[in-house]
């Protein structure tokens, strides 16, 4: 059961890799400039597999900072989106807002803030992605596209350990309106290795020689130049648990040459 289940995700990771491969190439052809891309953005592809584009919508709203649709087919001429929305827009409320105005549009959705599913038919495509866009523009400015990260600042070396995470990680639930903190700094690279295929597991060097443990998911050693040996990162600290020890662990949502 257990390399039914290996062998079953390794063909999903194989699938999303191919559709986001097949999405980033649909963006390559329209050669538009970020500015001139949709607030809120649609993209379809009949052969995309339904169980993936949750994910794939995913890594194209993080890539682009913006609401991400992603159809896939559907029965008896109905597509089947997802949706993954970013900070300001309620995207349940956006769906709600569009089924409203334009009554029949939308067959059924559901959702919530960040995340949320429709069903449509096909010929109606055109007419939603233009309405999806209009009230995403309501919510949102060029600003918001940008991929600014607000932060709480940098911390002392000293603070980031254990005590610090575990207080982070009892302050919450973090959500939408109350976000987990997100901290910054530049650091030393000791060095990194590529863990789970596609994650990269850093180490980072203190002034006092301490070494820090950090992880970028979906990322790696080819996201920034060879000999790079100092790091900008925007982080949040976090309690790592591991063959029952708890350590604290840099998560990088974001990281670039110093």
């Not at 233009?130 to 709480?152: C, I, M, N, P, W």
């Not at 596609?198 to 820090?212: A, N, P, V, W």
Request: charged share 25%.
């Amino acid at each position: 059961l257990a390399a039914e289940l290996h062998a079953l995700n390794q063909q999903r990771r194989e699938i999303e890799a191919e559709m986001q491969q097949q999405a980033l190439a649909v963006l390559d052809r329209l050669d538009l400039e970020d500015q001139d891309l949709p607030y809120g953005l649609c993209l379809h592809r009949s052969e995309w597999h339904e169980g993936v584009i949750g994910i794939l919508a995913s890594r194209i709203k993080e890539r682009l900072h913006r609401p991400v649709i992603i159809f896939a087919e559907g029965q008896q001429g109905q597509l089947k989106g997802s949706a993954r929305s970013v900070s300001g827009v309620h995207i349940r409320d956006v769906l709600e807002a569009v089924a409203s105005q334009h009554t029949g549009m939308i067959k059924k959705f559901g959702g919530h803030a960040m995340a949320a599913g429709l069903t449509l038919l096909a010929e109606d495509l055109p007419g939603f992605m233009q309405a999806f866009d209009a009230e995403v523009r309501k919510h949102l400015s060029a600003d918001d596209l940008s991929g600014l990260y607000l932060t709480d600042g940098e911390l002392a070396e000293d603070q980031i350990d254990l005590s610090l995470a575990d207080e982070l990680r009892r302050a919450g639930p973090w959500g939408q309106t109350f976000q987990e903190p997100l901290f910054e700094g530049v650091f030393s690279l000791h060095d990194c290795r590529t863990v789970g295929e596609k994650h990269l597991k850093l180490r980072l060097k203190c002034i006092d020689g301490r070494i820090l443990d950090a992880i970028a998911f979906n990322t790696s050693d080819a996201d920034w130049p060879a000999q790079t040996r100092q790091l900008r990162l925007v982080y949040r600290l976090e309690v790592n648990s591991f063959r029952n020890q708890d350590t604290a662990q840099m998560n990088i949502v974001h990281l670039q040459p110093a």
